[in-house]
């Protein structure tokens, strides 16, 4: 039991403090970046929700206000018991305080229906070091991003759009409208001062990754793959293979290779996360995350389509219609073989009269031998059969070209594909993910006007719509031949109602779901690995993989990506090591901090000429003739070169690891 959750003050009268961060949101990511930086950066922060329940969950009986004040609590509860006990779990690096804030004012939590001037006013946007809009609504962030960059030019911004085309253009206008009110800014700042993000973008590749037996989760860096690959448990006399170095060690061992799928609350049965060389060693049995290869990434291609890019014979016309016309020309070819067999006319003679009598085109064989009359009537009787044969092949392509444009159907025969539930944003950014890995997929998705339907549509993925929940939806999605089930709608219960029919159906099938509660999350997979200990059930929840990202970009550093451990979240992230003394004038051996951070890469380009953005892929190029420019990072390290500041890193770090990092930078620069 938590205990009592002390509710948090709205406090509109007191002025926050200059420096503080600003987040303005309507659903769980607003209220996990809340969390984020408020207890592992140790920011003060103004949280802006919306008044009333939350949308996305409306049978909830909080209030907006109410939940957060909740999580909030659980935050709190489980930092002093961290501070109190045993302290940091999974290599924590802050001694023996867990509350990395501690004697900074709880958040101040605001309701406002509208990110207004006089509302973001009121919240100290003048005074703000960054503000995070993290609505929903793509309009709304960027509405409020116009007004927030004409109150506050030097505010940072980060912002969640959908939209990546138009997130671009957004970024440029934002900056450019900062340089302008900054003349002379360092471009260094300028290029931080905007970011924009998508939740989606940022948890798609490792749900996609979760619903696959072992695969890799990449992370893209300078048009090169970082694959962490997940190893499971050795068997008895087997070693596993450690790759590159070893990144996490898992719950999973070879008596247990179920796991305890634990997270940041879960004790001694949580995953450790970047261990040192002696409990590798001494770890012997247990599931690990290693870095497995580095490898050349392809340049950004359309995700392909299922079936191929043409319309085949079988897609035109039915099973029945081609093997009637089948019989149709064999039943012809024989004809011809009699007429030869019979008559001493030449080959192509007898098919001309062959295909004549077939049409009813030829002459009444009146003066010829029995034999061609014979023939003659029964090549009438199968010309008859012919005119329905073309009338039937007509209407099955009429009809098929009228619905070339609608949704498939799953077909016959299929299996071994992945079942996906639900098509919103994050649906639909998974559903591009596993086509471009050229896995099978059929969608499960009750609304027919949902956002990913159009893309399902052009890519000819096979749909099926109608009510999850509802008996018969998830047999028509040939759940009982899939090799996976993604279950990521918005609501934990219809998720984990699919599950448990989808597990019924086949108990040996492997599960992945989309849950927002740590709690809720490990009671489910504990009851499920209690029914079905043969089968693999992952839980993941979007805002706790995407809320990382979000919290680095306001603190100005670009993080690549987040892969998931269990319920846990491992970050890289790029560096600049100027300015962080753990990095600065260490050798790579030195720098390496057990359970927070270890470098991975250098980058040495030199600083004039380097890419700002390390997860740009490069522009596809349809005729291949371009080839990508070379990478400049450094990526087989040696443990004794000497980390300078001019030097740019490329970092594995847990989220309090790279807290510390930017907490030490953000000390160490004089007037911050």
Known sequence: MLGFVPPLPQQPGRPPSSGHMIVCGDDALARRLAVELRFIYGERVTLLLPPGRDASNPETPLTQRGRAAALFGRMSAAMNRAGNGNGATGGGTTGGSGDTNAGVEAVRIMEAPEPSDDVLEEAGIDRAAALALVYDDDERNIRAALTARRLNPRLRLVIRLYNRKLGQHLEELLDQAAAVAMPGIDPALLDASTTVLSDADTAAPALAATALTGSSKIIQAEGLLLRAAERPPPRPGEHADPGLCTLALLSSTTNDPAGA??????????????????????????????????????????????????????????????????????????????????????????????????????????????????????????????????????????????????????????????????????????????????????????????????????????????????????????????????????????N???????????????????????????????????????????????????????????????????????????????????????????????????????VLAIDATPPADRNPDLAALPPFDPEGDTAPPPSGLVWDLHPGYVLRAQDRVVIAATRRGLAELLRRQRSAVPGR
Do not use: C
Not at 567 to 575: H, I, Q, S, Y
């Open 496 to 598: 984990l109602e699919a599950a448990l029919y989808a597990r019924s159906v086949k108990p040996d099938l492997r599960v992945a779901l989309r849950l927002y509660d740590d709690e809720f999350a490990t009671a489910v997979y504990r009851t499920l690995r209690t029914a079905h200990p043969q089968a693999l059930t992952r839980s993941r929840s979007v805002s706790h993989l995407a809320a990382p990202a979000f919290a680095g970009a306001m603190m100005g550093r670009q993080v690549l990506g987040a892969v998931p451990v269990e319920r846990k979240v491992m970050l890289f992230a790029a560096l600049e090591v100027a300015g962080h003394p753990q990095l600065e004038g260490h050798t790579v051996e030195q720098a390496f901090r057990a359970g927070a951070w270890r």
């Open 261 to 494: 799928e634990g997270s940041d609350s879960s004790g001694d049965e949580a995953p450790q996360l970047l261990p040192d060389e002696r409990a590798v060693a001494g770890a012997t049995g247990r599931g690990t995350v290693v870095l497995e290869a580095i490898s050349r990434a392809d340049p950004a291609r359309p995700a392909t389509r299922m079936g191929g890019r043409g319309a085949p014979l079988a897609q035109i016309f039915s099973r029945r219609l081609r093997w009637s016309a089948l019989g149709f020309a064999l039943a012809a070819v024989a004809l011809v073989i009699a007429s030869l067999l019979t008559t001493e006319d030449t080959a192509l003679h007898s098919a001309y009269l062959t295909v004549l009598d077939l049409l009813g085109m030829n002459d009444p064989a009146e003066g010829a031998s029995p034999a061609r009359q014979i023939i003659q009537i029964l090549s009438g009787i199968a010309g008859l059969l012919l005119l329905p044969l073309l009338i039937a092949a007509v209407l099955e392509a009429f009809g098929t070209l009228r619905t070339a444009s609608s949704l498939r159907r799953p077909p016959r025969g299929l299996g071994g594909h992945v079942v996906l539930l639900g098509l919103g944003k994050i649906g639909t950014r998974v559903l591009v993910r596993l086509r471009e890995l050229d896995i099978p997929v059929v969608v499960v998705e009750e609304d027919p006007e949902a956002r990913g339907i159009p893309l399902a549509r052009s890519l000819h993925v096979p749909t099926v719509i109608g009510d999850v929940t509802q008996e018969g939806v998830l047999e028509a999605a040939k759940i009982y031949r899939a090799r996976a089930l993604l279950a990521l709608t918005s609501i934990d219960t219809t």
